[in-house]
């Protein structure tokens, strides 16, 4: 790792306009060139800018701590259902609270604001979201280990470059690094897309993010300017075949603020599963997230199926959903959307391991939203 100038932002405005490249950007940019020099990036946790720098893949002439910035470590629950389209400006409705433990048993008419600074930890232990969202406490709960958890931010999650080996070799020039081919498709492959892989077969790192793209979650992007936007989380994760360069439509000048959850239906309930080798930390194989929204006679009126590291990003499971939609959740309809949802896949030579995996995930997932018992777990 190389030496680096440390500065401590005091606001968001400031922090925005020093982020004058994104980190996709500084890793594309030639260190030869005068602008290197001054090249600045923001750090929320650090721990992939950290990862990033020793393996000198990205050399930051400053980096520019967020951590000290007041506002954007709160979960805000009852934030109302007002307008949160584009050119908003400030922090979230002026009626907002903070939430507390108490929170957990307040209705279900409003929605959640979470800010980019909250740690996984935090995320998985907060009573409110367990009990209203407890896909993404679960998923919170499951990603890396209790020590990275206490210090991972939410915001630096979403965020994170992807993990593949090649991606992360100074000696391979990928695609994505830009370079003019992606290693993975001939080498190996074991823990690569199996869905969408337009030039590139990596996936999607964030657990988290699987469980906020089935919650339909926005994320809340700031400019020195005082204005903002927000964008839906599965619109502003971009794949392959858009940018094969970057992960999301962050740009320069931006910072991620916060995260809103819509409001909680008092019907939908929502469950995440993963697999991976070492279930105590390791990465997921393959994991899943459903939101599920039956009516009175037990059919299914709304519902979200969602595949992580199945894909460059958190993958739709529409076939799945279609199956299941207007139909009785029971063991036979769940097992239906298991391989409806692996429908159309594209493995490659060493992962369609996965493909059975994500069926029994997207299987078990359903029944556990619906609080359905699985016949199987007898066997």
């Known amino acids: 790792m190389e030496r680096f100038a440390w500065q401590q932002a005091r606001s968001v405005a400031e922090a925005a306009t020093l982020a004058k490249r994104t ?3 500084a890793m594309l940019a030639d260190p030869a060139q005068p602008a290197a020099a001054d090249c600045v990036v923001l750090k929320a946790g650090g721990i992939d800018l950290l990862d990033l720098m020793k393996e000198r893949l ?10 000290e910035i007041p506002g954007l470590d709160g979960i805000t ?6 307008d949160t389209s584009a050119g908003n400006t400030g922090s979230g409705n002026a009626n907002a609270r903070s939430t507390s433990a108490t929170d957990a048993s307040a209705g279900d008419a409003s929605g959640v604001r979470i800010g980019a600074l909250v740690t996984l930890a935090q995320l998985a232990a907060h009573p409110a979201l367990r009990q209203r969202y407890t896909a993404l406490a679960d998923a919170a709960a499951s990603s890396a280990s209790p020590q990275i958890r206490q210090v991972a931010t939410l915001g630096g999650n979403l965020l994170q470059r992807p993990r593949c080996w090649y991606f992360r070799s100074a000696a391979h020039h990928c695609a994505r690094k830009g370079g003019d081919h992606c290693f993975a498709f001939a080498g190996e492959n074991h ?16 657990t988290v993010a699987t469980a906020l793209v089935a919650l339909d979650a926005r994320v809340e992007l700031a400019t020195a300017q005082g204005t903002s936007r927000t964008v839906k989380l599965g619109d502003f994760l971009v794949g392959p075949e858009i940018d094969i360069r970057r992960e999301t439509d962050l740009r320069a000048g931006e910072v991620l603020t916060a995260v809103l959850l819509p409001p909680a239906s008092p019907g939908a309930r929502s469950a995440f599963l993963k697999q991976a080798e070492k279930p105590s930390f390791d990465w997921s194989i393959a994991d899943v997230a459903v939101v599920l929204e039956c009516a009175s006679d037990g059919r299914c009126r709304r519902v979200a199926v969602v595949l992580g590291a199945a894909a460059p990003v958190p993958w739709r499971a529409r076939q799945a959903e279609a199956v299941l939609a207007g139909q ?14 692996i429908v159309g896949a594209a493995p490659l030579p060493h992962n369609a391991y996965k493909l ?3 069926a029994a995930l997207v299987r078990r997932a359903v029944l ?10 007898a066997r």
């Open 23 to 25: 980190v996709a950007e």
């Open 58 to 67: 990205l050399r930051p002439a400053r980096v520019v701590n967020l951590r």
């Open 77 to 82: 629950m009852n934030i109302g259902t007002g």
């Open 191 to 206: 823990y690569h897309a199996v869905f969408g892989q337009a030039g590139c077969a990596i996936v999607h790192p964030s």
């Open 328 to 341: 009785m959740i029971d063991p036979v309809a769940a097992r239906a959307a298991g391989q409806a949802a």
């Open 356 to 358: 059975p995996i994500l």
């Open 368 to 377: 556990q939203a619906a609080g359905t018992a699985d016949p199987e777990d």
